[in-house]
Structures are given as C-alpha cells and as structure tokens.
C-alpha cells in the first residue's frame, strides 16, 4: 500500500518564527499531536510534537530560564533532524521508521515540499483494514510448512464452500522450523465447518486446544 493512500492532506504547518502558543492552540483546537514546521517556499524545515512542547512548560514556569516562555519562536524546540517519506513509498517500509525510531508521525515530502503527513493513528487505521477486523467475520489460524502452493490449496477449500476470504496475514512460527502461521478473517460467523473441512484436507487447525487457551 502507498503513503499516498494513507496520508493526511493538506497538512496544516506552522513557520519556525511562529510561536510555542500558536503550535500549543493549533493542536489543541485541532487534535494534533505534531505540526510540521516549514519555511516560506513550504518546504520542511522541522517538526514539533505536543512532547516537545510538554518538556518546554517547566522552563516557562520557573525561574532557571527566564528567557523561556510560550511567546519563544518554534525555532528554539523544533527537532530539525526529521524523519520523511516520499507519497510512493509503501506503508510497510515506513512502518520501520516508526518502529525503530519509535516516533510518533512522519512528514509526507515530493520534490522539498511537504504534502501530507503520516500518523501512528493512520497506521493503526491501516493496519485495521488490512486484517479487515472492520468487517464482521470469524478469525482462523493454520499452522502451515513453508511451501509453495499452499495459499492456494486453503483458498480453494473456502472458494468450495463458497465462504469469501476477507484478509489473509502470515506470520512465522517461532514454535516450529520452517512453518508459518496463515490468520484468515473469514465472512462467517459460525466457521466450525470450514475448519472442520480445512482439517480433512489435512491442514493444522490451531483451535483454542492448541494454542493452550484451554
């Protein structure tokens, strides 16, 4: 899937000269979590987050920086050294930024210009309609080997059955050498019958028994 597809846009930003109470009401009156900072060609400059903001407050209400206060330009807490994507991108390999960098949104940029932005809420709203849990179903998992064709053999099992496959993830299993683990949401409320066929065709049916839930 491409960032484009996923992204917030336009994405509203504010100016380095710009101050810490504007960023400080621009998120409050429009939920945002983090503002990107951009110069007067809207190219992407920095970023704030409501984090940064939070570890300003308590300059602003002592005395140890009297300097310090929510009239300061952005310039002084912006993070400069941002992380960014390019609209096609795919959100899989984003996903690792934020994983590793362990951020929080990341700035969507074509040709120096900011275009939109990525959030974690947007991931998760992804990563939502990819395992389709937004639709009503049932979830089964299949301890499979690792071998060509298999996806095939179980799709044709549920194309006989005439139950529509809604989303398929595969994952390792780190039980067992070489086998993976198949998790399809399936549109049936009731999928006793089709494990019941998927286990006479001689697929491992994790039930509840296996998984040592029981």
């Known amino acids: 899937m491409l960032v484009e597809r996923i992204m917030t846009s336009p994405v509203r930003s504010l100016s380095p000269e710009n101050t810490i109470e504007e960023a400080l009401n621009m998120m409050s009156r429009y939920s945002f979590r983090h503002v990107p900072i ?9 970023i704030v987050s409501d984090r940064d903001i939070k570890m300003t407050l308590p300059s602003v209400l002592s005395d140890e920086d009297p300097g310090m206060n929510l009239e300061q330009p952005l310039s002084r807490i912006m993070r400069t050294n941002v992380t960014y994507c390019h609209p096609l991108d795919f959100v899989e390999e984003i996903a690792l930024d934020f994983y590793h960098f362990a951020i929080g949104a990341i700035p969507v940029v074509r040709e120096g210009k900011i ?16 395992t389709g849990i937004k639709e009503p179903g049932s979830i089964i998992e299949i301890d499979i080997e690792d071998k060509t064709g298999v996806i095939y053999e179980i799709g044709k099992v549920f194309k006989d059955l005439n139950i529509r496959i809604i989303s398929v993830s595969v994952y390792k299993n780190k039980e067992t050498k070489g086998n993976k683990i198949i998790v399809l949401r399936v549109q049936a409320m009731n ?7 998927l286990q006479e065709q001689g697929f491992n049916v994790l039930t509840p028994d296996k998984m040592g839930l029981r």
Do not use: C, W, Y
């Open 115 to 130: 275009v939109g932005i990525v959030t974690q809420k947007d991931m998760l709203n992804t990563f939502l309609e990819l």
């Open 38 to 46: 951009t110069n007067e060609d809207d190219k992407l400059v920095g």
């Open 191 to 197: 999928p006793k019958f089709a494990i019941q066929r």
